[in-house]
């Protein structure tokens, strides 16, 4: 069974400028506090966020987690290569005074047995990936994390193959509030990740922050009805039940 609310999570990947900019403008004001992907190599890079950024972020409430060393393909490598990019990493934060390096997120979303190994050697926690779930009970593609709520819904839930739906250019803020929509329904917990953010004209992987708005007006209603949590990736990962 459940003892929480559904949870609702933003995660920023990669670690961009922009991310630090909208936290302020499109997330704070919302009481909404999302947790940041850190690719290591990138930081303190222009156009990505600086270190005293993320540790001001951590200071304002935000939870700041691993990707990777270089953003390489994890499938792709051996288990020592995997290891020492989590590694790297995890030891970068750690450095800084960031609580959150045991928790993470596969760059390019995947992962495989090699790299799942690797992430309980190194002490990862849980990683968030990329793959969609299905309701084995409607049949129906869905995007929600079903990690406490009833099995019969997504199958086994683990704690490395945490569920995600991304945003990008063609994803509307419509398709995101349904998304949400489903996880209150099912009494799920959704991950919502996202890379940079452009006021307008966002292509590719960018984001709209006109949508980021809508959709955070959403969460905020749904929240003030007691139907969601609103919790960082470490708050979350508190209160989880994992099922294997």
């Known amino acids: 069974g459940r003892a929480n609310r559904p949870s609702i999570l933003w995660n920023f990947d990669d670690c961009h400028g922009s991310q630090y900019d909208a936290f302020a403008t499109n997330f704070q004001p919302y009481k ?4 940041y992907q850190v690719t290591s190599d990138l930081i303190d890079n222009p156009t990505y966020i600086t270190s005293a950024q993320l540790q001001e972020l951590q200071a304002s409430g935000c939870s700041i987690n691993v990707h990777a060393q270089t953003h ?3 499938t792709s490598l051996t288990q ?3 290891e020492s990019e989590l590694t790297t990493c995890m030891d970068f934060l750690r450095a800084l005074g960031i609580t959150g390096y045991r928790l993470g997120s596969y760059p390019t979303g995947a992962f495989n047995d090699t790299v799942l190994t690797a992430c309980a050697n190194v002490g990862m926690l849980a990683m968030r990936s990329l793959q969609a779930a299905q309701d084995t009970v409607s049949g129906d593609t869905v995007m929600p994390s079903n990690l406490q709520q009833e099995q019969r819904y997504f199958g086994v839930a683990h704690k490395y193959k945490i569920n995600s739906m991304g945003l990008g250019a063609s994803v509307s803020a419509a398709s995101v509030i349904t998304e949400i929509r489903k ?7 959704l991950f919502i990740y996202a890379h940079a953010f452009v006021a307008s004209g966002a292509a590719g992987p960018e984001y709209n922050l006109t949508d980021v708005d809508t959709i955070n007006t959403e969460i905020v209603r749904l929240r003030s009805q007691g139907l969601i949590d609103t919790p960082n990736y470490e708050e979350w990962y508190s209160k989880v039940e994992f099922y294997e």
């Open 80 to 82: 020592a290569g995997v």
């Open 183 to 189: 996880a209150v329904t099912r009494q799920a917990d």
């Open 32 to 35: 909404i506090y999302p947790s």
């Open 72 to 74: 390489a393909a994890l």
